[in-house]
């Protein structure tokens, strides 16, 4: 998987579309943030230090890949406090069930979009 997300074209090209493949085309991610889904599916409740352990990536891509990941609805973050005193954030996976609704309304949308546009097209 290269780390580049593969745009409309290149999945309309793929005979079998990896989940991966349709996850990155649709929310506009890199592959590095959905590969940290995906761990993070595997993980639940993971922090920033221990994703980026776990991948053998650097914190601070982790913690920008996370960041995407909440904006795209794909994840969640809590805040537990530490016996220590302070607090650190988890990181959970949006559920799957809920990340494939996601997927099927934006593409639901995307779809009316581009039926309209071509309704509407008058040749002009």
């Known amino acids: 998987m290269t780390d580049q997300r593969p745009d ?6 793929q005979p079998d579309p990896t989940f991966e493949s349709v ?20 993980t639940p409740g993971s922090t920033v230090e221990e994703l980026a352990s ?5 914190r601070s ?4 890949s996370l960041s995407t990941l909440l904006d795209s609805g794909l994840a969640d973050r ?4 530490l016996d220590a005193g302070g ?15 996601l997927l099927h309304d934006a593409l639901d949308e995307w ?6 546009v ?3 097209f008058d040749g002009d």
């Open 8 to 13: 409309l074209g290149d999945l309309l090209e």
């Open 23 to 42: 996850l990155s085309c649709v929310f506009g991610i890199q592959d590095h943030e959905v590969r940290t889904y995906v761990a993070l599916l595997e």
């Open 54 to 58: 776990e991948m053998d990536r650097d």
């Open 61 to 64: 891509n982790v913690n920008r």
């Open 78 to 81: 809590n805040r537990r406090l």
């Open 87 to 101: 607090y650190v954030y988890q990181y959970t996976a949006t559920d799957l069930p809920d990340a494939k609704d």
């Open 111 to 116: 779809t009316d979009t581009v039926h309209d």
């Open 118 to 120: 071509i309704d509407e």
